[in-house]
């Protein structure tokens, strides 16, 4: 068995985002163990999705039947397998999605595997680090067994830089599917509650803890949000508090966040709120403790008064834009 396989995820015509953080991890794994890296995504019609990354597998399989139009998990697995029987990969990854959640077992279980789930991290070896206890404990595993080694990966874990989208070759892999061995029928699309902000897709974020003391003093945050044009988000205390919609609450219990700037501003830095925002590319921290967790994930740190740094902040912005 050789190369790495990433299996992608559409629904009606459109990319799931986690689709290409996979694939950069499927991507860098390959790097690793010196392999080639393939892709794969399941649907009807799929070859005509536009390509959004700058990077490209070696091959992308559009596997197609008007079977699989509509999710479910006998057609996906069945469909799935077969590939895999062909290609003979080392190692398939998935994002963790709800979608993957529901077939990937089953299909790993069809190879005499486990799948490896919501992994965060892949070291040398190759080792796949996953978080236990909400993130109090990271957990290493190795694949040992002589079959392919599935794992999906978790949200905002791998970068995966945003593309305008372009054009991207597929080669059609036709599974022999029989309408009589799918048993499960689609049903309603599982639908998250309506959200304002989808703070996974934001650049930028502030970010504000139970350091701000009470819910008047929420604006001084927020104008230094608008100074620089990012989503305001919180620590979960402010958001069970009511002060924000629990949407815009960062971190295990929250969302998962990968933007390219996380300003946390009187926030602690609590175990279960790092692991949301862990994948941020740059921290800035503002906190009067020097001894906060926040500052040990920090790339910058300032120690003092948050309602005197976040006013002067916010006026250098506004100066320097206008």
Known sequence: MSGVLVVMEQRSGTWNRMSFEALAAGLDLAAKLG???????????????????????KTVYAVEDSLLKDYTSDGFVTALEQLI????PGYVLFPHTYQVRDFAPALATRFGQVLISDVI?????????????????????????????????????????????????????APALESSTIRNKPGERFRESAQTVDLTAAPLIVSVGRGIGEQDNLPVVEELATALGAELAASRPICDN??????????????????????????SGAIQHLVGMKGAKTVIAINKDENAPIFEVADYGIVGDLFEIVPALTKAIQAAKS
Request: aromatic share 8%; charged share 15%.
């Open 242 to 267: 009511g002060w924000l919609p629990m949407e815009r609450q960062v971190g295990s219990s929250g969302q998962t966040v990968s933007p390219k700037l996380y300003l946390a501003v009187g926030i």
């Open 121 to 173: 991290a892949i070291h040398d070896g190759p080792v796949f680090v996953r978080q236990l206890l909400q993130g109090k404990l990271n957990a290493d595993y190795r694949h040992s067994s002589t079959g392919p080694c599935f794992v999906s990966v978790q949200a905002g874990s791998f970068r995966a830089e945003a593309s305008s989208g372009g054009s991207m070759s597929m080669e059609a892999f």
């Open 85 to 88: 029987r062909k290609l003979q």
């Open 35 to 57: 392999l080639e890296c393939t892709a794969a995504i399941v649907g009807d019609a799929v070859q005509s999705l536009p390509w959004q990354s700058d990077t490209q597998p």
